[in-house]
């Protein structure tokens, strides 16, 4: 989104980029796809995430990779959850 810079990373010791230190105080919002996502990042760095926004999508995480109605639907709740106009 223009205006934005994004990285992506995920919870599970499994993912391809997995979130660490450097990520979480590289960002000033954090938005994730589902509620129990927040809830690891919570579980997983605490304190590093004092100030800083955590957003979910509820964003079931069931759709393929670049799958067009999940770029829709990601693009309009971003634009809910960051204020873009």
């Known amino acids: 989104m223009p205006g934005f810079q994004g990285r992506s990373a995920g919870t599970e010791a499994a993912a391809r980029v997995r979130v660490n ?4 105080a ?5 938005v994730v796809m589902e509620h129990r996502h927040a809830r690891r990042l919570r579980a997983m760095f605490g ?11 509820d964003v079931p ?4 990779f670049m799958e067009p109605d999940l770029v829709d ?13």
Do not use: F, S, T
């Not at 230190?21 to 979480?24: G, H, K, V």
């Not at 304190?47 to 999508?57: A, I, M, Q, R, W």
């Open 73 to 85: 639907l990601l693009r309009a709740r971003l634009e809910e959850c960051l204020h873009v106009p």
């Open 21 to 24: 230190d450097r990520l979480i």
């Open 61 to 64: 995480d069931d759709y393929q």
């Open 47 to 57: 304190d590093l995430l004092n100030g800083k926004p955590v957003h979910c999508l």
């Open 26 to 30: 590289w960002a000033d919002v954090i």
